[in-house]
């Protein structure tokens, strides 16, 4: 028997590595939803609303390279389109399957459920078409051919794509046969350019530093960034959005960058190197220190995915991966100047037992509590700029949504991120304000036997929020006064270690407890309404830089 539509879109999927789905259900996409119940290589992961549902792909393919999420049409797909456009920012491949009525329904352009009542069938399709790469409604006469373009496009751009099922051709028998369609390679000449434009400036420089970012991560060619590295001798430092790319715990690393707000040692060392190699890096908001990083153009090299840019010259059609081998068998190591001081650990977590808990001996606990390997997920907001400046243990990943920022993805990514973990250990640290967002989704930790450590940071409100606008005091700034530390077991995690916290003393029983627990653990942390990291406090000051420029 030959495959249906939707049967032959999840064998594809299955061979390039999907093997959960997120998802809610709905009627439109009823079909969609049972092949993927009853597949055997791929599991459905329920979600509690669609939003979360895309949000745990993107956790998920943060960790598994790749990811899937199902709505139904119209209401299902437009909530999750948020999570979607996060997905598109961040540079992950999602493959968004939905549902859609049944073809005569659309003919007829029937007034039905999940529309808008005008009879109209194709709108949200194209409401879905700037955050996604590309899209198509999958029919048998184009299922096996639009598969392919649409895998390739997702691999090739590291972005979302859209794929759509009219219910009653779900169901029907795949016509036609399609090849995947390959990789992209470099343009030789424009490689062998490009090589030789790399070597003849980092050839004149006394002094050189690396900023591998993101996208070497997303592409999966960590291996080949550390390798050209390695093989050249680069120092390298991180911004923000782009740590733990790389492992810290190794000599060449130099520090967090962060422009003029951070750490200026780093950014002495970084903006007076004679060549700044660029890797896979964006120059944004956050990662530029609210644009106070002030690179020259004319002593930079960025390498982008598909292109690389030396001293203003741009050399297209040339695939990071290709380059990054030829400059590790090409490039000569050399003896660059390194810092003149060792990177350090955050300051040691002081305090006596009875004090109350503050940003300063609050995230220096953090960072000790990690340990190898750990997968931290940190909510966007004071959490994250603090976490940011923690040295991280070998094999330990730093997940945060830097760009697109939408508060609430941390909670329903770590549940996607400890889907796809294999033995790893998941670190949520989140603060309350985004908690309330996407709370529920705890319960699938539960569900699924999962198994993190979340923190759930309490200072009475919008902290960040605070700290930006005009008036920190003003109404929207607060929040409904919730027991977070009760959550787990009202959402169905009856074996979890919990504890409120407002003393060091209560803060370290609750860690050590946690640290040697079998089980799921949620460790509510009280502070001042104004313990704020470091970070915070510079945006506080540079408003004008992170707004004006």
Known sequence: MPSTVIQHVLNRLHDIGVRHVFGVPGDYAFPVNDAIAQHPGIEWIGSCNELNAA?????????????????????GELSAINGIAGAYTEHLPLFHLVGMPKMPVQAHHSLVHHTLGNGEFDLFRKMSE?????????????????????????????????????ADLAEMPVVGEAHPIPAPASDPAQLKAAVRAVSDMLGQ????????????ERSGLGAELQGFLDATGLPF????????VLDEDQ????????GKLMNESVRRFVEDADVVVIVGALMHDFNSGAFTAHLDPGRTISICHHHVSVDGMTYQSVEMKDLLDALAREL??????????????????????????TAENLYPRWESFLKPDDILVAETGTVSMGLAFARLPRGATFQNQTLWGSIGWATPAAVGAAVAADGRRVVLITGEGSHQLTAQEIS??????????????????????RMLCKHPDIAYNDLANWRYSELPKALGCDDWFTARVSTLAELDRAMEAADKAGTGCCIEVMTDTYAAPPLAHQLHDNLETLYST
């Not at 198509?136 to 859209?162: D, G």
């Not at 420089?205 to 070497?216: E, K, Y």
């Not at 000599?251 to 962060?258: E, K, R």
């Open 332 to 357: 000569p190591r050399k003896q660059w100047p390194r810092p003149t001081s060792e990177v350090s650990r955050m300051a040691p977590a002081g305090g006596s037992a009875g004090d109350p808990i």
């Open 237 to 244: 430092a991180t911004m923000m959005a782009d740590k733990g």
């Open 251 to 258: 000599p060449a690393y130099a520090g967090m960058y962060d």
């Open 205 to 216: 420089a006394d002094s050189a530093c690396a900023l591998p970012g993101i996208l070497t």
């Open 444 to 465: 699938q930790f539960g569900r699924y036997g999962l198994r993190p450590v979340v923190f759930v940071l309490n200072n009475h409100g919008y902290l960040i929020e």
């Open 130 to 166: 700037p955050v996604v790469c590309a899209s198509a409604i999958m029919t048998p006469q184009n299922a096996a051919a639009e598969t392919e373009r649409l895998i390739a496009a997702a691999l090739y751009h590291r972005r979302p794509v859209y794929m759509a099922f009219p």
């Open 55 to 75: 949000y745990s792909a993107d956790g998920y393919a943060r960790i598994h390279g790749i990811g899937a999420v199902c709505t139904t049409y119209g209401v």
